[in-house]
């Protein structure tokens, strides 16, 4: 059971999106729209866009452009867990038996840029199915949820022994 950090790369830097933006808080794109918070806000906001009846003008548009903070804020989700002073490291640090866990997570992220990818490849095709780009972008929610829940469950498996159970 290897005990260091994870050493897989990933493709998640590789989202063309990640590349040239600035690294603090994104703008959503539409004026007058509230900022959401964080990658899960993000993530609404483009659920909320796919939405819309796609003869709304500019759908397409609005679509990528509530894309693009999603792809921001999963590139900055690896650079934050992956790599030597990562928090895959400090688990797998604090608990090497997570090794498997962390692996699949690291996996998931190819995944996931995958699917951003794919949303962004849809919507950008003005021939491709309105219904195609909504089952695109419901597989990136899906996906992005159950990583989300896999992450979560993992933090708590290496840190539950520490918060004690006992009063």
Do not use: K
């Not at 992005?144 to 159970?165: E, S, T």
């Amino acid at each position: 059971m290897a005990t260091g950090p994870v050493q897989q790369p990933s493709r998640a830097a590789a989202y063309p999106h990640s590349a040239g933006l600035p690294a603090g808080p994104h703008p959503t794109g539409l004026p007058g729209d509230p900022r959401p918070a964080g990658l899960a806000g993000d993530l609404h906001a483009l659920a909320r866009a796919v939405a819309v009846a796609a003869t709304e003008p500019r759908w397409r548009e609005r679509v990528l452009v509530r894309l693009r903070p999603v792809g921001q804020g999963f590139a900055e989700h690896v650079r934050v867990t992956e790599g030597p002073t990562g928090l895959y490291w400090e688990l797998l640090a604090h608990s090497p038996r997570l090794d498997h866990g962390v692996r699949l997570l690291t996996r998931e992220h190819a995944e996931i840029v995958a699917a951003i990818l794919s949303v962004q490849r849809a919507a950008e095709q003005p021939q491709t199915c309105p219904d195609e780009v909504r089952g695109r972008a419901g597989h990136l929610v899906r996906t992005l949820a159950r990583h989300r829940r896999r992450g979560a469950d993992l933090l708590w498996q290496a840190y539950q022994m520490d918060l004690g159970g006992e009063t």
